[in-house]
């Protein structure tokens, strides 16, 4: 019945990636196409005096420079700029007025008729600017918005019972303060938009962006156009992580330009332009844990600080997640906004679990010192089987199987728990381990499916697949709900005409598409049905619905398949040469559950005595996360995560120069993210975690779970290695020898 769900496809859009048949956004052609460069704000904060644009007009080749002051108009209203994953607050209007938010924003657009003109007379724009005083250090505002507890979602959650007092009566404590900085996507991708003009004012739009219809939404809405005159397009992605979950300046831009001039043009932001479309927001959090001597816990109280820009207010449950996790009756939390002048922060790879997870982790990790408990038998200890929270049970939780696989697998029970007790020849030896979590979301999409008498199927929907596999996923289930061979099945995607979805994101999007699939195949068979029992002596005519089933080409009944009709057949009979089904699935509120996703990852590190260089050699995640529809790119996905917890846990850090307000380290030279050399054994397990309340295919999603609790675990290991504690990331050989 199954034969591609859980098996490890290959990616059905392997061979065009890798060929360079797949087209990015920056890559779409068309006859007089123009190029566009962009101008950025040297200063942090004022106002612009003067643009002086005319040597840049001067060069040959040069079409026209935009400004705030020449721009066509543009909507006028905050609402008009608000996107489906919008915050709080005034989005960002690029070219809208002379106003100077962060260093780096756009204030003028050169349009020439090839990009290295564009680029080089951007270069000759003059501007004059009145500047004003800018803050963009998070130690300078740490105090600034309190944000409060309970009053939504992504806030932080009310206490519970009464954590100072329990605090103070805890045999055991532990109290510490842990920093994340700002950190990038970077993905290779550049941003960019291709605008085609279509002629009387229609524009087909190819962007970079994980929401083909939240950009055709927003770009109707900001140049108030009739929703018929866009069209969106993203077939392909080179990695988003958050970045694309916003429609970005680019896309405004060129459609600007394109609006302007009536003519198509071509946008593609440098690497460098890229750093003020959104980061990972800079943290400082504190944690105070209070325990009973047995290894229970008292209180858990958390607080952190989170940048936000001066125009919006941008947060994640960042808090949320430390009193959910463990059995624990006390639970506080506070979160604050720090107001810098800088863009606004966007989500980034399991954005706040990421970071607050780390902190909590760490501190479980000191707890355990505290306590000399070993880490794991804590976490044992105060596992719980409900959300904390909430006191809800989980709809499943295997995290007890991920210890013990992942212990199993790396060989937990060997270490010794002393700080600097192993070794290997000039290198110090550390394992630590934390856990992840992240939440099992879901929503609404529509899924079309139009199934052919030659037994080909296109299942369509405006979904991305933004490199995590989409087009592999979703050509799998097709292929299982409708009984067909998986070529047999075409993927159609990133296109804002096509069924109805939400961004891809949160990773929510195989759980929706996948059950999505299956409601509309369900009608495709119905429909089948009625068909093939206009047969005379049809051999299903008295079958319901539910008794048959897609299977090789056939409908066939359940419990006696000998009773069977081919698709092809049944077509035929019904005088129709394909049948075409579009349903909507939404996903009803389970109120009386949980949906998460759990890990355990153990990491071991090597440490040079002498140098402090960190090599993480070794990292098991084990990972229940509900059915798995495709081991090899969940493997993957996983894979990547790690990859990136090393990251965060020893490289990554943008760096601003305070004086300035302006990024430093804006280009992936600079800005360090792990190559090979940093990369070592990686194993990646999937624990059994069916799942029968969640939807009905049991489907979680597990595009973010992968990074959380890594750079927790490999700091863990760092101070077991070491003896030392580094408690700001990254941890660096110069935080380590100091
Ligand atoms: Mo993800 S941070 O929702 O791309």
Same mark, same amino acid.
């Given at each position: 019945?199954?034969?591609?769900?859980?098996?490890?496809?290959?990616?059905?859009?392997?061979?065009?990636?890798?060929?360079?048949?797949?087209?990015?956004?920056?890559?779409?052609?068309?006859?007089?196409?123009?190029?566009?460069?962009?101008?950025?704000?040297?200063?942090?904060?004022?106002?612009?005096?003067?643009?002086?644009?005319?040597?840049?007009?001067?060069?040959?080749?040069?079409?026209?420079?935009?400004?705030?002051?020449?721009?066509?108009?543009?909507?006028?209203?905050?609402?008009?700029?608000?996107?489906?994953?919008?915050?709080?607050?005034?989005?960002?209007?690029?070219?809208?007025?002379?106003?100077?938010?962060?260093?780096?924003?756009?204030?003028?657009?050169?349009?020439?008729?090839?990009?290295?003109?564009?680029?080089?007379?951007?270069?000759?724009?003059?501007?004059?600017?009145?500047?004003?005083?800018?803050?963009?250090?998070?130690?300078?505002?740490?105090?600034?918005?309190?944000?409060?507890?309970?009053?939504?979602?992504?806030?932080?959650?009310?206490?519970?019972?009464?954590?100072?007092?329990?605090?103070?009566?805890?045999?055991?404590?532990?109290?510490?303060?842990?920093?994340?900085?700002?950190?990038?996507?970077?993905?290779?991708?550049?941003?960019?938009?291709?605008?085609?003009?279509?002629?009387?004012?229609?524009?087909?739009?190819?962007? /970079?962006?994980?929401?083909?219809?939240?950009?055709?939404?927003?770009?109707?809405?900001?140049?108030?156009? /009739?929703?018929?005159?866009?069209?969106?397009?993203?077939?392909?992605?080179?990695?988003?992580?958050?970045?694309?979950?916003?429609?970005?300046?680019?896309?405004?831009?060129?459609?600007?330009?394109?609006?302007?001039?009536?003519?198509?043009?071509?946008?593609?932001?440098?690497?460098?332009?890229?750093?003020?479309?959104?980061?990972?927001?800079?943290?400082?959090?504190?944690?105070?844990?209070?325990?009973?001597?047995?290894?229970?816990?008292?209180?858990?109280?958390?607080?952190?600080?989170?940048?936000?820009?001066?125009?919006?207010?941008?947060?994640?449950?960042?808090?949320?997640?430390? &009193?959910?996790?463990?059995?624990?009756?006390?639970?506080?939390?506070?979160?604050?906004?720090?107001?810098?002048?800088?863009?606004?922060?966007?989500?980034?790879?399991?954005?706040?679990?990421?970071?607050?997870?780390?902190?909590?982790?760490?501190?479980?990790?000191?707890?355990?010192?505290?306590?000399?408990?070993?880490?794991?038998?804590?976490?044992?200890?105060?596992?719980?089987?409900?959300?904390?929270?909430?006191?809800?049970?989980?709809?499943?939780?295997?995290?007890?199987?991920?210890?013990?696989?992942?212990?199993?697998?790396?060989?937990?029970?060997?270490?010794?728990?002393?700080?600097?007790?192993?070794?290997?020849?000039?290198?110090?030896?550390?394992?630590?381990?934390?856990?992840?979590?992240?939440?099992?979301?879901?929503?609404?999409?529509?899924?079309?499916?139009?199934?052919?008498?030659?037994?080909?199927?296109?299942?369509?929907?405006?979904?991305?697949?933004?490199?995590? &596999?989409?087009?592999?996923?979703?050509?799998?289930?097709?292929?299982?709900?409708?009984?067909?061979?998986?070529?047999?099945?075409?993927?159609?995607?990133?296109?804002?005409?096509?069924?109805?979805?939400?961004?891809?994101?949160?990773?929510?999007?195989?759980?929706?598409?996948?059950?999505?699939?299956?409601?509309?195949?369900?009608?495709?068979?119905?429909?089948?049905?009625?068909?093939?029992?206009?047969?005379?002596?049809?051999?299903?005519?008295?079958?319901?619905?539910?008794?048959?089933?897609?299977?090789?080409?056939?409908?066939?009944?359940?419990?006696?398949?000998?009773?069977?009709?081919?698709?092809?057949?049944?077509?035929?009979?019904?005088?129709?040469?394909?049948?075409?089904?579009?349903?909507?699935?939404?996903?009803?509120?389970?109120?009386?559950?949980?949906?998460?996703?759990?890990?355990?990852?153990?990491?071991?590190?090597?440490?040079?005595?002498?140098?402090?260089?960190?090599?993480?050699?070794?990292?098991?995640?084990?990972?229940?996360?509900?059915?798995?529809?495709?081991?090899?790119?969940?493997?993957?996905?996983?894979?990547?995560?790690?990859?990136?917890?090393?990251?965060?846990?020893?490289?990554?850090?943008?760096?601003?120069?305070?004086?300035?307000?302006?990024?430093?380290?804006?280009?992936?030279?600079?800005?360090?993210?792990?190559?090979?050399?940093?990369?070592?054994?990686?194993?990646?397990?999937?624990?059994?975690?069916?799942?029968?309340?969640?939807?009905?295919? &049991?489907?979680?999603?597990?595009?973010?779970?992968?990074?959380?609790?890594?750079?927790?675990?490999?700091?863990?290991?760092?101070?077991?290695?070491? &003896?030392?504690?580094?408690?700001?990331?990254?941890?660096?050989?110069?935080?380590?020898?100091?």
């Amino acid at each position: 019945m199954t034969p591609y769900i859980g098996t490890s496809t290959s990616r059905v859009d392997g061979h065009a990636k890798v060929t360079g048949a797949a087209k990015y956004a920056g890559e779409f052609n068309t006859h007089d196409l123009v190029y566009a460069s962009v101008v950025t704000s040297s200063i942090a904060k004022g106002r612009i005096v003067r643009i002086d644009a005319s040597e840049a007009l001067r060069v040959d080749g040069v079409i026209d420079v935009l400004t705030h002051e020449n721009r066509p108009r543009m909507a006028g209203t905050d609402e008009a700029y608000k996107d489906e994953t919008a915050p709080e607050g005034s989005p960002f209007r690029p070219l809208y007025d002379d106003k100077i938010r962060f260093s780096g924003q756009p204030i003028a657009l050169v349009v020439a008729e090839q990009s290295e003109i564009a680029r080089f007379a951007a270069s000759l724009v003059r501007v004059e600017y009145e500047q004003q005083a800018h803050v963009t250090d998070v130690y300078r505002r740490r105090d600034e918005v309190a944000l409060e507890p309970g009053a939504d979602p992504l806030g932080p959650p009310k206490s519970r019972g009464t954590p100072e007092r329990a605090l103070r009566a805890a045999e055991v404590r532990h109290q510490g303060e842990y920093y994340v900085p700002i950190e990038h996507h970077n993905p290779m991708e550049l941003y960019a938009s291709t605008v085609i003009w279509e002629g009387a004012g229609k524009l087909t739009v190819y962007d /970079k962006t994980q929401g083909v219809q939240n950009v055709q939404r927003y770009v109707c809405s900001v140049f108030e156009m /009739k929703p018929e005159d866009v069209r969106v397009m993203s077939p392909f992605m080179g990695g988003g992580f958050g970045s694309g979950l916003r429609p970005q300046y680019e896309v405004v831009l060129a459609v600007l330009a394109a609006r302007a001039l009536k003519r198509s043009v071509r946008l593609v932001l440098t690497r460098q332009q890229m750093y003020v479309l959104g980061y990972r927001p800079a943290m400082i959090q504190q944690i105070e844990l209070g325990a009973k001597a047995g290894g229970t816990l008292d209180a858990i109280v958390h607080g952190a600080v989170t940048v936000t820009s001066q125009h919006e207010e941008f947060y994640r449950e960042e808090t949320g997640w430390s &009193g959910l996790l463990y059995k624990c009756a006390n639970a506080k939390y506070a979160h604050r906004l720090a107001r810098l002048d800088l863009a606004t922060p966007c989500d980034m790879r399991a954005p706040s679990a990421a970071t607050g997870v780390y902190a909590l982790e760490c501190a479980m990790d000191e707890l355990a010192v505290a306590l000399k408990l070993d880490p794991l038998e804590l976490r044992l200890r105060c596992y719980s089987d409900r959300d904390q929270n909430t006191d809800r049970p989980y709809s499943s939780k295997k995290l007890r199987e991920c210890y013990r696989q992942g212990a199993d697998a790396f060989g937990w029970d060997k270490r010794n728990a002393a700080p600097r007790s192993m070794r290997d020849g000039g290198e110090l030896v550390g394992w630590g381990m934390a856990n992840g979590v992240w939440a099992a979301l879901q929503m609404e999409i529509a899924v079309r499916i139009a199934l052919s008498a030659n037994g080909h199927a296109e299942v369509s929907c405006a979904t991305s697949d933004i490199g995590t &596999g989409t087009y592999t996923i979703m050509a799998q289930v097709a292929a299982d709900m409708l009984g067909l061979p998986l070529e047999n099945i075409t993927v159609k995607l990133g296109d804002s005409t096509l069924p109805q979805s939400p961004v891809e994101g949160g990773s929510w999007i195989a759980a929706s598409v996948a059950n999505g699939i299956a409601t509309t195949a369900d009608a495709v068979r119905k429909d089948l049905l009625r068909l093939a029992k206009r047969m005379r002596n049809s051999p299903l005519a008295d079958a319901a619905p539910d008794d048959v089933a897609l299977v090789d080409g056939k409908l066939v009944r359940k419990r006696d398949t000998s009773r069977a009709v081919p698709i092809a057949d049944a077509l035929r009979i019904g005088g129709v040469d394909r049948i075409e089904q579009e349903k909507s699935t939404t996903f009803p509120e389970d109120g009386a559950h949980a949906h998460n996703v759990h890990s355990a990852i153990f990491a071991e590190v090597k440490v040079d005595e002498q140098l402090g260089i960190i090599r993480v050699t070794r990292v098991v995640n084990a990972v229940a996360a509900g059915r798995i529809l495709n081991t090899k790119t969940a493997s993957s996905q996983i894979m990547g995560g790690v990859v990136w917890g090393i990251g965060m846990a020893l490289h990554e850090e943008t760096l601003i120069d305070h004086n300035f307000g302006r990024i430093m380290n804006a280009n992936i030279a600079e800005y360090h993210v792990p190559v090979n050399a940093d990369v070592h054994d990686i194993k990646v397990i999937f624990v059994e975690e069916p799942d029968n309340i969640i939807n009905p295919l &049991g489907i979680k999603g597990l595009g973010e779970i992968g990074i959380v609790g890594v750079a927790a675990a490999i700091a863990n290991a760092v101070y077991h290695a070491t &003896g030392k504690r580094v408690r700001d990331l990254p941890i660096t050989l110069d935080k380590l020898q100091r």
